[in-house]
């Protein structure tokens, strides 16, 4: 886990509302911060703690979190705003399905939280549809937390009623871990990954509401059993929602949104 490892830290989470890039303009993007912040995790002065020591130190660091994502999920419920955890490997199409979904749902306001390790660009294709975004670049850190959230809410301010994604850095481990102040979270999957997934990453899956399986439109071209996959989620969370979409052509998203719609219109918030 990241306490273990290091990477992040309090001060990790370069947050950026991007803008449009001016011709001849130069753009420094904080990469010598992100230099700093990992030099400083894994340095010379990095010390592998012992075992007890470190189960210690990750419960220390995840009951802080869990006590700040219940405050920043307190903001939320009071400005009735649905905020969607959206999590996966990289490469499995969570942005491609951001940017259709944002088209798509016309008359619902929405805003993005974009994390990455490093780079605008994925959050530069949601600003390209008109949507208030705000980038987290983690550095070294391979997840978000509920305090880049919180950060990003106040300088994002998003309108009353909005449907919230957080995209969060590709990764299928310590996102499972971090409660941002969430609603649910939403796996995305790709058909190109394997129907193993979520026996090779059952904490993730186990605390998932949603799974999406994108890319669909590719099935008659890789081995991937659909069957064998749901048994497998189902295997892990008996509970969990499985839906088979494609965010290039566009199958099956309309069951996504009927989800969204569905979630958007309960009274009663997620403890």
Not at 197 to 215: G, I, R, W
Request: hydrophobic share 40%; with cysteine.
């Amino acid at each position: 886990m990241c306490a273990t490892c290091g990477c992040g830290g309090d001060s990790a989470g370069l947050i950026t509302i991007p803008h449009e890039h001016l011709p001849g303009a130069e753009h420094d993007h904080g990469h010598a911060h992100h230099d700093h912040d990992h030099d400083h995790a894994h340095g010379a002065d990095h010390v592998h703690l012992p075992v007890t020591d470190t189960i210690s130190l990750e419960q220390k660091v995840l009951a802080k979190n869990d006590l700040l994502a219940q405050k920043n999920r307190a903001w939320l419920e009071a400005r009735d705003m649905l905020a969607i955890n959206m999590t996966s490997s990289p490469g499995a199409g969570k942005t491609t399905l951001l940017v259709r979904t944002i088209q798509e749902l016309a008359g619902v306001p929405v805003a993005v939280i974009e994390g990455d390790q490093e780079t605008l660009l994925d959050a530069e294709r949601i600003m390209a549809t008109g949507c208030k975004v705000a980038q987290i670049n983690t550095g070294a850190g391979c997840h978000l937390d509920a305090t880049m959230t919180r950060r990003a809410l106040d300088l994002l301010d998003p309108a009353p009623g909005s449907l919230l994604f957080i995209e969060n850095v590709g990764n299928l481990v310590c996102p499972a871990l971090f409660d941002l102040g969430e609603y649910g979270k939403v796996v995305v999957i790709s058909v190109t990954e394997g129907a193993d997934k979520p026996l090779k990453y059952p904490h993730m899956f186990s605390v998932a509401s949603l799974v999406l399986v994108n890319k669909i439109d590719l099935l008659p071209y890789v081995d991937f059993d659909l069957d064998r996959f749901t048994g497998y989620a189902r295997q892990v969370n008996p509970a969990v929602e499985i839906l088979a979409v494609s965010a290039t052509t566009g199958a099956g998203v309309t069951q996504w949104y009927d989800w969204l719609s569905a979630h958007r219109s309960q009274d009663v918030k997620r403890p």
